[in-house]
T-cell receptor, first 110, second 114 residues
Framework: QKEVEQNSGPLSVPEGAIASLNCTYS??????FFWYRQYSGKSPELIMS??SNGDKEDGRFTAQLNKASQYVSLLIRDSQPSDSATYLC??????????WGAGTKLIIKP | DVKVTQSSRYLVKRTGEKVFLECVQD?????MFWYRQDPGLGLRLIYF???????EKGDIPEGYSVSREKKERFSLILESASTNQTSMYLC?????????????FGQGTRLTVV
C-alpha cells in the first residue's frame, strides 16, 4: 500500500516565524509532489508543486524535495494568521495516481 | 479560471434513500475523481474516471456507484444511504493522465444521513 505520511499536528507557530511542514512518501518511483491548503469547511487549493530535487520558492512559500530520503517539506516564512489551515501533501506515484496525506493542521498565533 | 462545481453545498438525507451528487467541470478535463473526507482520515478515493463512460474503483467504493455520460459531468450515487456515509464529499478534476497535472476541487458537499 503506497503511503504519504504527515504529522497531524496541530503545529502552533508564532506570527512572523517560519512554519515547517513535512511529508514522507513510500513509493520511490513518485515524480510529482504537491502542497494544498485547506481552510476549515472549504475545499483544498494548490499552493505549490515541485518535481525535481532541491528548493522551489514562491513568495513566502518554499517547497523542498529530497527524493533520496523520500521527503518533501513546505516552509512558510513570516507566518500570518491567515496561514492557519490544514496543509495536505499529495504525491503522484509511478502509476500516475495521486496519493494524499491526512494533512497537518497549522495554527499561527498572533 | 478552472471551475469545478458541485450541485449542493449541504444535503440531509434519510437512511435508505438513493442520493445523487453531481459534479461539473468547465475546462475540458479528461480525469475526474470523487473523494470523501473525514476528520483524521484525510482524502479517500471512492471512484475515478479517465474518460466518458469509463470508471474505476478507488480505495473505498463499497456502497457507491458513479456515472460519466458526458466528459464534463461525473455523478456519485449512494444506492441506499447509511449513517456511516455522513461525510464531506469532494469532486476533483485534472487535465490529463500525466505527471505534472494538479487537481482542481469543487466546493464540497457536506452530506448528513439521518
Amino acid at each position: 500500500q503506497k503511503e504519504v505520511e504527515q504529522n497531524s499536528g496541530p503545529l502552533s507557530v508564532p506570527e512572523g516565524a517560519i512554519a515547517s511542514l513535512n511529508c514522507t512518501y513510500s513509493d520511490r518511483g513518485s515524480q510529482s509532489f504537491f502542497w494544498y491548503r485547506q481552510y476549515s469547511g472549504k475545499s483544498p487549493e494548490l499552493i505549490m508543486s515541485i518535481y525535481s530535487n532541491g528548493d522551489k520558492e514562491d513568495g513566502r512559500f518554499t517547497a523542498q524535495l529530497n527524493k533520496a530520503s523520500q521527503y518533501v517539506s513546505l516552509l512558510i516564512r513570516d507566518s500570518q494568521p491567515s496561514d492557519s489551515a490544514t496543509y495536505l501533501c499529495a504525491v503522484r506515484d509511478s502509476n500516475y495516481q495521486l496519493i494524499w496525506g491526512a494533512g497537518t493542521k497549522l495554527i499561527i498565533k498572533p | 479560471d478552472v471551475k469545478v462545481t458541485q450541485s449542493s453545498r449541504y444535503l440531509v438525507k434519510r437512511t435508505g434513500e438513493k442520493v445523487f451528487l453531481e459534479c461539473v467541470q468547465d475546462m475540458d478535463h479528461e480525469n475526474m475523481f470523487w473523494y470523501r473526507q473525514d476528520p483524521g482520515l484525510g482524502l479517500r478515493l471512492i471512484y475515478f474516471s479517465y474518460d466518458v463512460k469509463m470508471k474505476e474503483k478507488g480505495d473505498i467504493p463499497e456502497g457507491y456507484s458513479v456515472s460519466r455520460e458526458k466528459k464534463e459531468r461525473f455523478s456519485l450515487i449512494l444506492e441506499s444511504a447509511s449513517t456511516n456515509q455522513t461525510s464531506m464529499y469532494l469532486c476533483a478534476s485534472t487535465k490529463r493522465r500525466g505527471l505534472n497535472t494538479e487537481a482542481f476541487f469543487g466546493q464540497g458537499t457536506r452530506l448528513t444521513v439521518v
